[in-house]
């Protein structure tokens, strides 16, 4: 197989079939002083002609997570300076952290960081919008992280965006069959009834906890638009699964639209010639409407 084939990143308006703006063109010279993170500081040229010669096509590797880091890292000064909307590309979580980043949960979390606003992980495709209300932690920590939940925030950033217009909401259960009357658990009771209070306070439709297993088949789920999962499985598995290649991940809380594709980096496949780059382009229709 030819390789130079595989590597054509730059697409003209015409072959991408959408009607986009014209990129401004940017000059890195021009960016804000260098952000420290980790053990490094981002700057244009993030890595010597050592380091650049080991990182190789679908073999992660300490360089290539510092690259790739450092990249995301780039696209926020240069989304500072001009304003504009965001798309990231799928990176290793593992192999950024290997490379000193030692807190790195992901793009949500650091997005919210840099940005100092809370952000919300929305999962949207054709069928399906899905909020997932604790991202990247282990399952044990679920119970006690949704009681930290900031709602009001969660509430404004649903309010706020141009997605929903007073959405009808189903909130997911935590334990199989919703807790079955606390008597499979008693986190419905003691904590999800009480954001699904503050919901309504606010003037928000939303449902009292629901069974998980059944509340994602079609002909429950079609009579919602949003569906508030409790945890990063039990939304996504659903997810992908229906939503296919079609799914987005987007950002909600901050100013402007941070978009990217609902799959991981699929090392296996690189430079292959076979990545289908469909979510991928859904991310910049997505963009281009809104």
């Not at 595989?6 to 703006?21: D, Y």
């Not at 993030?46 to 360089?63: F, M, R």
């Given at each position: 197989?030819?390789?130079a084939?595989?590597?054509?990143i730059?697409?003209?308006?015409?072959?991408?079939n959408?009607?986009?703006?014209?990129?401004?063109?940017?000059?890195?010279?021009?960016?804000?002083?260098?952000i420290?993170?980790?053990?490094?500081?981002?700057?244009?040229?993030?890595?010597?002609?050592?380091?650049?010669?080991?990182?190789?096509?679908?073999?992660?590797?300490?360089?290539?997570?510092?690259?790739?880091?450092?990249?995301?890292?780039?696209?926020?000064?240069?989304?500072?300076?001009?304003?504009?909307?965001?798309?990231?590309?799928?990176?290793?979580?593992?192999w950024?952290?290997?490379?000193?980043?030692?807190?790195?949960?992901?793009?949500?979390?650091?997005?919210?960081?840099?940005?100092?606003?809370?952000?919300?992980?929305l999962?949207?495709?054709?069928?399906?919008?899905?909020?997932?209300?604790?991202?990247?932690?282990?399952?044990?920590?679920?119970?006690?992280?949704?009681?930290?939940?900031?709602?009001?925030?969660?509430i404004?950033?649903?309010?706020?965006?141009?997605?929903?217009?007073?959405?009808?909401?189903?909130l997911?259960?935590?334990?199989?069959?919703?807790?079955?009357?606390?008597?499979i658990?008693?986190?419905?009771?003691e904590?999800?009834?009480?954001?699904?209070?503050?919901?309504?306070?606010?003037?928000?439709?939303?449902?009292?906890?629901?069974?998980?297993?059944?509340?994602?088949?079609?002909?429950?789920?079609?009579?919602?638009?949003?569906?508030?999962?409790?945890?990063?499985?039990?939304?996504?598995?659903?997810?992908?699964?229906?939503?296919?290649?079609?799914?987005?991940?987007?950002?909600?809380?901050?100013?402007?639209?941070r978009?990217?594709?609902?799959?991981?980096?699929?090392?296996?496949?690189?430079?292959?010639?076979?990545?289908d780059?469909?979510?991928?382009?859904?991310?910049l229709?997505?963009?281009?409407?809104?």
């Amino acid at each position: 197989m030819n390789l130079a084939k595989t590597k054509k990143i730059i697409l003209t308006r015409s072959e991408c079939n959408l009607q986009l703006p014209f990129f401004k063109e940017i000059n890195l010279e021009n960016l804000s002083k260098p952000i420290p993170s980790g053990l490094y500081q981002i700057t244009k040229d993030c890595l010597n002609k050592t380091e650049g010669k080991n990182i190789h096509l679908g073999k992660p590797s300490i360089e290539s997570g510092k690259v790739s880091f450092y990249s995301f890292h780039l696209a926020v000064q240069i989304q500072k300076q001009i304003g504009g909307n965001l798309i990231t590309l799928p990176l290793s979580k593992e192999w950024v952290i290997k490379s000193g980043v030692r807190n790195f949960r992901g793009h949500t979390e650091e997005l919210s960081m840099l940005y100092k606003k809370p952000t919300t992980m929305l999962m949207y495709g054709p069928t399906m919008k899905v909020i997932v209300l604790t991202t990247h932690i282990p399952l044990r920590k679920v119970s006690l992280e949704l009681k930290k939940i900031d709602v009001l925030s969660l509430i404004n950033s649903i309010k706020n965006s141009t997605i929903f217009q007073n959405p009808k909401i189903a909130l997911c259960g935590l334990n199989p069959h919703a807790g079955e009357d606390g008597k499979i658990g008693t986190e419905e009771k003691e904590v999800l009834l009480k954001i699904v209070e503050k919901f309504r306070t606010n003037r928000m439709n939303i449902s009292e906890p629901m069974p998980a297993d059944s509340l994602f088949q079609s002909d429950i789920r079609s009579k919602y638009d949003l569906i508030l999962a409790c945890y990063h499985d039990q939304g996504l598995i659903p997810f992908k699964s229906i939503e296919g290649k079609k799914g987005i991940n987007v950002t909600l809380g901050l100013d402007f639209l941070r978009v990217s594709p609902d799959h991981g980096t699929a090392f296996d496949i690189a430079g292959k010639g076979n990545a289908d780059p469909t979510s991928f382009w859904e991310c910049l229709n997505f963009t281009a409407k809104n």
